[in-house]
């Protein structure tokens, strides 16, 4: 599985932690940064991210900010992500057992380093139920396209999310 990760500044050390994990369990990451703790403004590197996502580059992708909220927020205005605040094992497993999601978001101040490693690998472990959430998620795809909706490979000039 290949998975990209962004954060903001708050969550550079935090992104180094959870790298290590994903390369030692043998996923392969790409960091799409930032790479100090500089002040930075999460949308840009929330966009790098689900533009991954979007696009197929990627399998999934990991957000990290002060809050996870931010970057869920900006995450989630690309079609066909599903982003996800997650805070503990049951959001983690719910969000993509019932949600397919495909981009986690977490916040960098609020979670001690273990919960945060357990979380990620939840995430990554549990698979989509599909059958009555899978018509769901067909719901939220037909919401997408009806309010204009588009990925950055669209040639549209519609609006988007």
Not at 121 to 131: A, D, M, V, Y
Request: hydrophobic share 35%; net charge negative; charged share 25%.
């Amino acid at each position: 599985m290949k998975v990209a990760l962004a954060s903001d500044h708050r969550g550079v050390r935090v992104k180094g932690q959870i790298l290590s994990q994903l390369e030692e369990i043998g996923y392969e990451a790409i960091d799409f940064g930032p790479f100090e703790d500089e002040s930075v403004d999460y949308p840009d590197f929330a966009a790098k991210v689900a533009e991954a996502v979007a696009t197929g580059q990627v399998d999934r992708g990991i957000l990290i900010c002060g809050t996870g909220v931010g970057m869920c927020i900006a995450a989630n205005k690309f079609r066909g992500v599903r982003a996800a605040t997650c805070h503990d094992d049951v959001t983690a497993e719910y969000s993509r057992r019932h949600n397919d999601t495909n981009i986690m978001c977490l916040s960098a101040d609020m979670l001690g380093d273990r919960l945060l490693g357990r979380i990620v690998e939840i995430w990554l472990k549990t698979e989509f139920e599909g059958g009555r959430h899978q018509r769901r998620i067909e719901k939220i795809s037909a919401i997408e396209l009806r309010t204009g909706c588009q990925t950055t490979g669209d040639q549209t000039h519609e609006p988007s999310c």
